[in-house]
């Protein structure tokens, strides 16, 4: 068969993976008209001013992001605040060699009340700060509840100063439904202004959304992080370990030498300290096992999988873990598991030990509550 390209995007037409570039339905392949063909993503943007995420991999991401350090434009680096670190892209400053980058964190919604947001946003730009990162500004929103878009628009406007916007960020952080939204708001009154192109150099479509006659939102594909936990679980067990709506606080009273398992994806050994509250953040459909630190891995061997669980498994067997040891040296600590939640420590002085899937990052931060 001689090979098909989309009229949208140039991209070649293919029928297996609808994640990757070029996808088109077989049927919508056959019932092809006079050599007419869009791939399902321009289709979708065509018909419904929807976009639908491509991602790709960190050599083809990099041509883009040096692209964008040769302009001068304002980057919009969207974020998963429940996987923050896992979700940063790679090497981002080096490449974006200067450019304003106003940093959006998403999935604002699942937070619980407690949660100080001031707090979150300090500790985001601090973290950033560390990675050599100093951003404009940092918005909160919930893409999916449309909180926070507003002001997030208001940036948008006051920060660009006229010059083209770009919208980076990994897979998975909710990339999408935020551009889809930022989309509706910039064409309310307009029709059909969506346009797509190839990125020079590469053979990735980006989008392009014209803000007037000079300017542009340029959403580019998402990248792959391999230290996200969404890429190590299937997506049956990641669906689980995601939030759905405001996560509820567990407490847990513990005294040295207590392990919480937090499903069959992490464990948190209290290896040494006084009795002292750990407070839980993690998927209100994930369980929590609480045991003694001397039965924790014999309960692992007979449990794993089973009372255990969910777990990442590695060639059909349980994932090995990572240990991550820390000694608690402020009032009110957050042990985060990147991508999973966090337990957040009263008092100082404890010793702990993180176990957690290899690969997957594992910190502390002064608490957010
Ligand atoms: P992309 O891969 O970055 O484009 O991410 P998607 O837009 O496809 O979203 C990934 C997942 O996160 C989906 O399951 C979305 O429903 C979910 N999601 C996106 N935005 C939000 C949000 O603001 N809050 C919550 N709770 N979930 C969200």
């Given amino acids: ?18 994640k990757e570039i070029g996808y088109t339905p077989k049927s919508s392949v056959e019932k092809m008209e006079n050599q007419i063909i869009y791939c399902q993503r321009c289709f979708k943007l065509k018909h419904y ?18 692209r964008v350090g040769e302009t001068d434009a304002l980057v919009i680096n969207i974020v998963d605040i429940f996987d923050f670190s896992g979700s ?35 500790w985001m730009r601090r973290s950033l700060k560390e990675m050599g990162l100093k951003p404009l500004d940092v918005a909160l929103v919930s893409a999916a509840k449309g909180l926070g878009i507003d002001e997030l628009m208001e940036m948008i406007e006051k920060y660009r100063k006229g010059r083209d916007v770009y919208i980076v960020g990994c897979t998975n952080v909710g990339k999408s439904t935020l551009v889809n939204r930022i989309i509706k708001r910039f064409t309310e009154e307009r029709e059909d202004i969506i346009t797509t192109s190839h990125f020079p150099g590469t053979t990735l479509d980006i989008i392009e959304i014209p803000l007037d006659d000079d300017t542009a939102i340029i959403d580019t594909p998402g990248i792959i992080n391999d230290h ?14 995601t939030p759905k709506k405001e996560i509820k606080a567990g407490v847990y009273q513990l005294n040295p030498e207590q392990t919480l398992y ?32 001397e039965k924790a891995d014999q309960l692992w061997q007979t449990q794993a999988g089973q009372v255990l669980k969910p777990i990442v498994e590695e060639n059909g067997q349980p994932m090995a873990m990572e240990k991550h040891v820390y000694r608690i040296g402020k009032e009110k600590t957050d042990v985060v598991i990147s991508g999973l939640g966090w337990i957040t420590l009263v008092g100082t ?4 030990t993180v176990h957690a899937p290899k690969g997957v990052g594992v910190l502390v931060r002064p608490s957010l509550i």
Avoid: W
Wanted: with cysteine.
């Fill in 349 to 352: 002085g404890q010793e702990i």
């Fill in 228 to 241: 996200q936990l969404a890429h190590y679980v299937t997506p049956k067990v990641l669906k689980e370990i």
């Fill in 49 to 66: 001013n929807e976009v639908q995420d491509v991602s790709l991999t960190s050599d083809d991401f990099l041509k883009i992001l040096q």
């Fill in 262 to 293: 937090i499903g069959g994806l992490a464990r948190m050994d209290f290896v040494k300290g006084e009795r002292t509250s750990f407070i839980t953040h993690f998927s209100n459909a994930l369980h929590i096992h609480r045991t003694k630190l």
């Fill in 1 to 18: 068969m001689e090979q098909l390209k989309c009229i949208g995007c140039g991209a070649t037409i293919q029928t297996e993976n609808p």
């Fill in 88 to 122: 940063m892209v790679v090497g981002i400053s080096r490449h974006i060699n200067g450019n304003d980058i106003l940093l959006v964190g998403n999935k604002v919604d699942l937070l619980p009340k407690s949660v100080n947001k001031t707090k979150l946003n300090h």
